[in-house]
C-alpha cells in the first residue's frame, strides 16, 4: 500500500521541490492558527508547480484540514450575525467562481490566480499602514459584496484570506472573536467547493489527494507551532515578510 502511495505522487518534483512544499503547507497551518495572511504564499508556490485548476484542488483538503483545528480551538467565540451577513453572498461567489473557473483554460486561470493575490497584497498593504483608521462602514451592501468577493476569491486561487481578514478585522472585532469567525467562515465555505472540484473542475481525484495527504501533517506542525508563538512574534515584521514573498511567488505565475 505505501508503494502504491508513492507512485501516485508526481515524479516531477524534486526533494527541494518538496521541501518548498512542506514549508508552503506549514504556512497555511500557520494562518489558521491565527497568524492571518500566512497561507497567501502557499497559492502562487502550488499553482506555480501544479497550474491552477489542480493547485487549488490539491490545496484545498490542506485547508479543511487546518480549518478543522481552527475550529476546533476557536469556534466558540465566531460572531454569528458577521457569518449570517457573509456566507449568502459567499455561495453566490461559490457558484460564479465555479463555473468561470472551469471555463477559462489553465493559463488564463494561473493569471487569474495572481490577479486575485496582488489585489489581496494591496488590501494587505492598505491594512498595514492605514492600520485602525481603515474602517469600512457597517452596511449590508458591503457585507454582501465582501462575502461574494470572498467567495469567488476562494473557489478560483484559494486566495480569500486577506480579503476577509480586511473586512473583518475593518469590524474592529477583538482577536479572538475575529479569528473564530473567520475559522468558522472558511470550514463552511471550502467544505461547499467540494463538489465543485470533484465534478464541474475533474481536478480532485485520488492522484491530487496522495499530493494533499503527504503534506498534511506539515499543516499541522504549522498550527501548533503557530499556536505557540501567536502571541510572541511581532505582527508586522512577519506579514512583511510573507508579502515579499508572495509578490515573489505571484509574479512568477505571469512569467510560467
Known sequence: MLHHFLSSLPNFLQWSDWIILAIAASMLGLDKSGLRGASIVTVPLFAGYFGGRASASIVLPLLIVGDFCAVAVYRRSARLPYLARLLPAAVVGLVVGALVGGLVPDRVFRLIIACIVLL????????????????????????????????????????????MATYLLSMDLPKIAFIGTGAVFFWVVNLLKLPAHAFVW???????????????????????????????????????????ITLVATLRLFFS
Open 120 to 163: 489581496c497584497l494591496a488590501l494587505m498593504a492598505i491594512k498595514e499602514f492605514r492600520g485602525s483608521d481603515f474602517v469600512l462602514p457597517d452596511a449590508a451592501p458591503l457585507h454582501a459584496l465582501a462575502g461574494f468577493l470572498g467567495g469567488v476569491s476562494t473557489m478560483m486561487g484559494n486566495a480569500a484570506g486577506p480579503i
Open 202 to 244: 475533474k481536478t480532485l481525484n485520488l492522484d491530487s489527494l496522495a499530493v494533499s495527504l503527504s503534506l498534511v501533517p506539515f499543516v499541522l506542525v504549522g498550527f501548533f507551532v503557530g499556536k505557540k508563538i501567536v502571541r510572541v512574534v511581532p505582527d508586522r515584521p512577519f506579514r512583511r515578510v510573507v508579502v515579499a
